[in-house]
């Protein structure tokens, strides 16, 4: 018989944004982590959640979360959060996530700042779990006894590379791929997604039809929010958290 999986406190910084929104989603939904603490700006910090979001899904944000009280984006306002989910656009996010692993809380984080550090595991949860083995060496080097900081990749390439390692495992290397990407709009949070929508009205209302078949569409890959949930499922699982 399978261990029962333990109930976790989670936070999420960058609560106001698209992606902290998606977070915000996703733990409503999740049966083991609950959303304790969320964080954001200084405009934001000491407000409810309901006042100081704009709220952009299609689902309702839930009473769950409406009243919680915004806090600074500062580890001491996290210390009882056995999981933080951070949404932090890059420029914030660097220095901010730093604090929070030297703090030794366990972060998982969609920003870009710390994919390229050999420090910190890069995991698409369904591709590469091995890559969780990094954690002990950098606990080693930032002289930490628990917590770690872990990245997911962009929402494109999480996409992409599921279907492609099984291929590449069953068939061998692929040597070239052609790929397009709407992340000029995506990434830019509500502009882009705004941006859209001024476009389909300047079309009156219609939409663009497409010559191509679209095999992997936004709402049937995991996405980046998504996927940082996944990881932590796993960090859970093997014994990190």
């Excluded at 996290?78 to 366990?106: N, R, T």
């Excluded at 476009?199 to 890959?221: D, M, P, W, Y």
């Amino acid at each position: 018989m399978a261990p029962e999986f333990p109930t976790k406190k989670c936070g999420v910084l960058g609560c106001t944004g698209s992606v902290g929104q998606r977070f915000i989603l996703l733990l409503a939904q999740h049966p083991h982590f609950t959303l304790h603490a969320v964080g954001a700006s200084s405009r934001s910090a000491g407000k409810k959640y309901k006042d100081a979001v704009k709220w952009k899904q299609a689902s309702p944000m839930g009473k769950q979360v409406e009243n919680l009280v915004v806090k600074e984006c500062k580890a001491s306002e996290f210390a009882d959060c056995d999981i933080v989910f951070s949404g932090l656009d890059a420029d914030v996010a660097g220095d901010i996530e730093m604090e929070f692993l030297k703090a030794e809380l366990a972060v998982f984080s969609n920003a870009k700042n710390y994919r390229r550090d050999p420090l910190v595991p890069l995991v698409v949860p369904t591709v590469n779990l091995p890559h969780f083995d990094v954690i002990p060496h950098q606990r080693k080097h930032y002289g930490l006894k628990k917590g770690f900081l872990v990245c997911n990749s962009n929402c494109a390439v999480i996409g992409i590379v599921i279907p492609f390692a099984a291929i590449q495992k069953e068939f061998g290397e692929v040597d070239q791929v052609s790929v397009v990407t709407m992340q000029a709009v995506s990434g830019a949070g509500y502009p882009g997604v705004q941006g859209q929508e001024q476009s389909k009205t300047i079309r009156g209302g219609s939409q663009e039809g497409s010559q191509l078949f679209v095999a992997l569409s936004h709402n049937t890959v995991i996405g980046a929010a998504g996927s940082s949930i996944l990881n932590a499922e796993a960090a859970v699982l093997k014994g990190y958290i």
